[in-house]
């Protein structure tokens, strides 16, 4: 017989503490740099309207875990899709299951996370201007951690709805709306991409000398300009991101030229690489999800709601 804790999406969100996650999130990706999780290659079965993905992964240090995520049209939203799930945390040491959680909370700010991250090793120390492209729940999520994490900077919201732009912009006290998403991008200093998008929705020509980009969506196409990719130095959480097809690998990676080199954000973090060359460099950080981004966001959310006393026990 063993105990688990079971979190509702409201428990895991209030348990998901920004600085924890952000801490977390940033030993995995060290991890992931050094090759030292255990992350087996992306399974899912398809029925004719989605699928179901499966990505267990072990981080030393913060656990075992497993995300179970469907993909399917949602109809209520033309062209964009639901991600609903659970994830399972396990004891590293024997194996015991420990708690049961709700993904999407934990998938959206363990993504902002890694973006975050990317922002704070890649931007120009003197970027002081941040647009965010998106007004979904993933672009919302990146608001919020940025309200939390630096909510003096200013942050300019652009999306193709007026009033979800605005609604977004809300979340953070130096939040504002663009009219468009050229105006946002135009001189900001990081660019947070966080759509659904199937086309690319930067240009090159809007992006000034030195700019950071975080693209985190784009799961059914490209989110960034072929231009840009081309210009700028490229950075992923892992060497997949390059390596395998869509969805697992980014569109915006696939068939790079001969001696276009992908760097581990990881890498950087653990200053092993230095990631920024000069000031007018453009940096690109393209994100695909990785399941040691799951376990470190698990672990967080099961430490602070066992100390907070939260969530109900099921024994099985």
Do not use: N, Y
Request: aromatic share 2%.
């Amino acid at each position: 017989m063993s105990e688990i804790l079971f979190l509702d999406g409201a428990r895991t969100r209030a348990a998901l503490e920004p600085r924890r996650v952000l801490e977390a999130v940033a030993t995995a990706l060290v991890a992931i740099g050094r090759d030292e999780v255990s992350v087996p290659p992306r399974i899912a079965a398809h029925t004719p309207h989605g699928l179901l993905g499966a990505m267990p992964g072990h981080v030393p240090g913060l656990g075992l875990a497993a995300k179970l995520v469907s993909v399917f049209a949602d109809p209520a939203r033309p062209g964009r899709s639901s991600h609903r799930g659970i994830v399972a945390l396990f004891d590293e040491t024997d194996g015991r299951p420990l708690a049961l959680m709700d993904a999407e909370p934990l998938t959206e700010i363990r993504t902002a996370a890694t973006a975050t991250l990317s922002a704070r090793a890649l931007a120009r120390p003197d970027a002081d201007r941040v647009a965010v492209i998106g007004t979904g729940a993933q672009a919302r999520a990146q608001i919020a951690l940025l309200a939390a994490v630096a909510p003096e900077t200013p942050v300019r919201v652009a999306g193709r709805d007026p009033g979800r732009a605005a609604s977004a912009a809300a979340l953070h006290p130096a939040g504002s709306v663009a009219e468009h998403i050229e105006d946002a991008v135009r001189g900001a200093g990081t660019v947070f991409c966080c759509t659904g998008a199937v086309l690319p929705v930067i240009r090159r020509a809007w992006l000034a000398p030195g700019t950071h980009i975080s693209s985190v969506g784009g799961s059914h196409g490209p989110e960034v300009d072929a231009d840009t990719v081309r210009d700028a130095a490229l950075f992923a959480e892992w060497h997949g991101a390059a390596t395998t097809r869509p969805p697992s690998g980014a569109h915006e990676l696939q068939d790079l030229p001969s001696g276009r080199h992908v760097t581990l954000l990881g890498s950087v973090l653990a200053g092993e690489h230095p990631g920024r060359r000069d000031e007018d460099e453009l940096t690109l950080f393209k994100s695909t999800g990785h399941a040691a981004l799951d376990v470190a966001a698990a672990h967080v959310a099961d430490t602070v709601a066992r100390a907070e006393g939260w969530g109900t026990r099921v024994t099985l």
